[in-house]
């Protein structure tokens, strides 16, 4: 979502898996990712914020066990 001049993104945590908020401004090959946040999970829905800039974003978010 969006609101504020950010985008808003929530997903759900499980206990002890850490997630990897990446962003990219094209998913025209070669895709280049980049490193929004790390959070360590811990049950609960996280939530991340980014300010809305002039390029877009696309979002994805990884799980490491």
Same mark, same amino acid.
């Given at each position: 979502?969006?609101?504020?001049?950010?985008? =808003?993104?929530?997903?759900?945590?499980?206990?002890? /898996?850490?997630?990897? /908020?990446?962003?990219?401004?094209?998913? =025209?090959?070669?895709?280049?990712?980049?490193? =929004?946040?790390?959070?360590?999970? &811990?049950?609960?829905?996280?939530?991340?914020? &980014?300010?809305?800039?002039?390029?877009?974003?696309?979002?994805?978010?990884?799980?490491?066990h």
């Open positions: 979502s969006t609101a504020g001049g950010m985008m =808003n993104l929530s997903f759900p945590s499980a206990s002890g /898996v850490t997630y990897e /908020v990446l962003y990219t401004s094209s998913l =025209n090959s070669p895709i280049t990712w980049q490193t =929004n946040t790390t959070i360590t999970g &811990d049950g609960s829905v996280k939530a991340v914020s &980014d300010p809305i800039g002039a390029t877009k974003r696309f979002y994805r978010v990884l799980e490491h």
